[in-house]
């Protein structure tokens, strides 16, 4: 095959996933955030403050680290980590975020608004509205909110306002819901920065543009520092903006196997999981079509992961595609294979990493050793791990 | 003719506005659903809107999300939502029902299954809340071959040109929401919702129905000045709440409002 991928469609369509599935207030706004991003993605001067920003504040490129003592350990591979845990706020979200508000200052928005999960993209979302003088309304699951609140109190310190939901679950996807009940009640001045590549489009393809940095400096890290393309991408998939920031850049390079890692919580048999790839089955939620899980009546199900970030029932629907056109494979890690990723990756290189980023690590440790010592996988270190202190020591009975 | 376009055509004849009830079908239990719709067609309504619950009811404001949450916790489903409309065909021919929702539960059941089941339950009509003209197209030539209407929504910022598109692709009638918002909430303002039904009728001949911030007899009568039906949900549903532990009466207040509501209309 030699023609260059080449994805979405004008529509926004991911062969049967993505699309625009939303209610008719929201088609405006769609079909304008649509415009301004097809013409400021052209824009030099945009993309040079782009640039700037990413270079002097957020603090890319970020290193492309060989984790040596790591590699040998496992027998295998030669493990490179992307170290996106060094951004600025502490993971890849703020690639996005800065490059969404720049939008939204553009187009003339006063008010940001997201949704936020572990809280990553809410803190993200804070700084650079911070930064830019925007007004910012987070919105978040309650549960959330009650086990992520070192990350509530940073957004408030940031100026944010922090909207607690009490709808449904009262995790991320109520978080979505209530955002978008926002955004359809405030159209006129208000940007919704979505923090993962799902959401209607022109979200899926705006967001991975914004996060194919990750992909691009790997790439040329790899090649400047290795002299050839790695043999395989492994990352971890809740929405999936990091691995598709990662991927995206490789995706004509039949060579390179990518390899996207789902959040299998208790377990995929239990039901107790938050694995759509691997485990649900196509449906549309958020805005686009893209594997979900849902009961026989599509009704959405409760998801479980150790990782707020990956709690998530959809996936971007490009990795919906990827997986059912074979270029990508999707895997799943249970709570408790994660939790030995991060401990091994903190022991052996002493880089602690995100529950999220915890999860590609496990898989790593899965797959170096069945690789020879002259093959190369780059892991996507997508966050570090600070955030995740209460809930690992609560997990391991030790009381902080 | 549908049974929709028999029945607007008949109101246009005497003058009429048609007044249409929105609940969810199985709030707050399965059983309030089908005898609930009875009373309402005794008290004079045109068009019933079943909703048909979802988890997450992104356009909805806490009122009918709240509804959606009592149904799902007593396992309602599409399924059991065509079989309350079978039901209700038993002994009501000429009242036509039109399906509220999102398009998840459809794509579940699949776009084909639904449309035979939703014919052999003798559905009317079929919106879809997320489900725009161009996600629809599939999904709406299967309803219209079966005689079913697929309706859509305009807002106050859709342009001439989106109008025209739900004029070519919907039938039955085009539901207006009157604000930016969220079901049930605040108020819609009189003179924005008669200037943009000015640049509506413009754009098509369909009935237009107004929904979204109809609470009382006098939103009703002033909203019927403007369009061709009057759409209360949240404002049921609020009477549904507030009797919990009391469906008879919950019904009853349901049945007031909307006696008031058609009382106020006709005197328009």
Redesign the interface.
Known sequence: MTEKYNMPDERGHFGPYGGMFVAETLIPPIQELNTAYQQYLQDPEFIAELDADLQHYVGRPSPLYHAERWSRELGGAQIYLKREDLNHTGAHKINNTIGQALLAKRMGKTRIIAETGAGQHGVATATVAARLGLECVVYMGAVDVARQSLNVYRMKLLGAKVVAVESGSKTLKDALNEALRDWVTNVDNTFYIIGTVAGPHPYPAMVRDFQTIIGREAKQQCLAQVGRLPDALVACVGGGSNAIGLFYPFIDDRSVKIIGVEAAGDGVETGRHSAPLCAGRPGVLHGNRTYLMEDDDGEIIETHSISAGLDYPGVGPEHAWLKDTGRAEYVNITDTEAMAGFHALTRMEGIIPALESSHAMAYTMKLAPTMSKDEIIIVCLSGRGDKDMQTIAQREGIEL | MSRLAATFEALAESGRKALIPFITAGDPKPDFTLPMMHAMVEAGVDVIELGI??????????VI?RAS?RA?AHKM???RTLTIVSEFRRTNQHTPVVLMG????????GYEDFANAAQRADIDGVLT????P??AEECSALLKARGIDPI????????DE?IKKMDAVGSGYLYY?SL???TG?GHLDVVDVENKLNQIRGNTGLPVAIGFGVKDAQTAKTVAGLGDGVVVGSALISKIEANLDDQERAKQDIIKLLTSMRQAMDSV
């Open positions: 619950p979802f988890s997450d009811p992104m356009a909805d404001g806490p999300q949450e799902l489903s599409l399924r999102y398009v998840n539960p459809i794509e579940a059941m809340v997320d489900l725009p161009e996600e859509f929504l305009l807002a106050p910022n859709s342009s989106r929401v930016k918002g969220v909430a």
